[in-house]
């Protein structure tokens, strides 16, 4: 099955400096990458997405960046403030469909 | 209330009761999720439903059984559960076609004694 790995598991950061959080995975036929931020106590948002046919997607301070030939990609946050503090979330799209396999997520933290 | 909702927010049963878990979504999408969220564990999905139809169950126990009577409803209704299955069991909607947005529910705070 799909083998989704994140990296690292725990990151933090100075405010106003960038964050990068990375995840590799193993299904080729995957073509469909969401991120996702999950606050204390609450659900899981998407904040950004990326399709295999593009190679980067931006939004804002958030963009996200894909290798397929690798099987790699990654979140950037720019600007960090005290509010992107949160887990975030990886997922991939097992055998290109709509069945997502999810990162182990990675503990950020926006000091001041 | 708009977007995915569920109820209860919270719940605390012991391993012999039975109970119920709802999902609702009022986005107009036609795929429904279920998913587990164990502490310091990634999101586990459980099932999937596409049209009202299962197409995924990812080796759930039979002490979970999923139902969805529509496109906009989904239950996953608890029986015999183990203090293992303690978690938070969110449920999630999307499109069934790329980009396969998924939209989470609040979840449910699910406690076993």
């Known amino acids: 099955g799909e083998n989704v790995e994140q990296h690292p598991s725990t990151l933090s950061v100075q405010e106003g400096d960038s964050a990068v959080i990375k995840c590799t995975y193993s299904d080729s036929a995957s073509n469909y990458f969401p991120w996702y931020k999950q606050e204390l106590g609450k659900r899981p948002q998407l904040i950004i997405d990326i399709r295999s046919n593009v190679g980067e997607k931006k939004d804002q301070r958030i963009a996200v960046t894909l290798n397929k030939t690798a099987k790699h990609f990654s979140l950037h946050i720019t600007e960090t403030q005290p509010e992107d503090s949160a887990v975030y979330f990886c997922a991939v799209n097992t055998g290109g469909g709509n069945k997502l396999t999810f990162g182990t997520g990675t503990q950020l933290k926006v000091e001041l | 209330e708009t977007g995915v909702t569920q109820t209860p927010r919270h719940l605390v049963m012991g391993m012999t009761n039975k109970k119920s878990l709802k999902c609702e979504q009022h986005?107009?999408?036609?795929?429904m999720y279920w998913y587990k969220q164990s502490a310091k564990k990634p999101l586990e999905l459980m099932f999937v439903y596409n049209f009202k139809e299962q197409t995924e169950n990812n080796s759930v126990p039979s002490r979970f059984s999923p139902e969805c009577p529509n496109s906009s409803h989904l239950f996953l209704h608890l029986h015999t559960l183990q203090p293992e299955d303690s978690a938070l069991y969110l449920c999630?909607?999307?499109?069934?076609?790329?980009?396969?947005?998924?939209?989470f529910g609040p979840g449910t705070r699910l406690t076993v004694t």
């Open positions: 986005l107009g999408h036609n795929a």
């Open positions: 999630a909607s999307s499109q069934d076609r790329n980009p396969y947005e998924q939209y």
